[in-house]
């Protein structure tokens, strides 16, 4: 079982075609750009890509639930129980700095949280043919019933590796990473 294509996208064209949450949309996008100054053509593909997936996920609305959150308690599309949980399988993704352990290419990549130590086999077949195993990546893992996926936007790739200092340091913070940080 996977995420059924298109399910964000249903979310986010709810959001943004209820008026009733336009002052929340404003304010979200302030909060990540600093402003809503400018037109929206100006942010690239990438900063779109962290900002919806930080909107969904992260960004509080007014009601003080996330998008994901208030969809799942308000199902205003009306969904059945089966796709719903999707949803809040969605809700339960954790986002985070993640060293590749080991790739399986066109398959999948065994992930440690650098912050908890916490490792995760994940599907992935696309982010397969870029990561190099001991790399970085910033990106949100998600469990469905019998796996676990990279969610959200295209994960942030970095090409080099934690040194046990650094690692050391990540382990003690206590940091709160988002698309947004």
Same mark, same amino acid.
């Given at each position: ?24 949309l ?25 900002? =919806?997936?930080?909107? #969904? &996920? ?8 996330? +998008? ?5 308690? @308000? %199902? ?13 399988d =969605?809700?339960?993704? #954790? &986002? ?8 399986? +290419? ?5 992930l @440690? %949280? ?8 994940v ?36 090409s ?22």
């Amino acid at each position: 079982i996977t995420m059924k294509k298109g399910a964000i996208s249903a979310l986010l064209q709810y959001y943004q075609n209820d008026p009733f949450f336009h002052a929340d949309l404003q304010r979200a996008r302030k909060e990540f750009f600093g402003s809503t100054n400018f037109p929206i053509e100006d942010i690239t593909e990438e900063e779109s890509g962290w900002f =919806l997936e930080w909107l #969904v &996920y992260d960004f509080v609305l007014a009601s003080g639930e996330t +998008l994901v959150q208030n969809f799942i308690h @308000r %199902n205003p599309l009306k969904l059945p129980d089966y796709e719903l949980q999707h949803y809040r399988d =969605l809700f339960n993704g #954790v &986002y985070g700095l993640y060293e590749i352990l080991s790739i399986d +290419l066109g398959r999948g990549m065994r992930l @440690r %949280n650098v912050h908890t130590g916490i490792e995760y086999d994940v599907r992935e077949k696309m982010g397969t043919y870029q990561a190099k195993v001991g790399h970085l990546l910033f990106n949100r893992v998600g469990r469905f019933p019998d796996h676990y996926e990279l969610i959200g936007s295209n994960g942030t790739y970095l090409s080099f590796k934690l040194g046990t200092r650094l690692r050391k340091i990540w382990r003690t913070e206590n940091v709160q990473l988002t698309p947004k940080s």
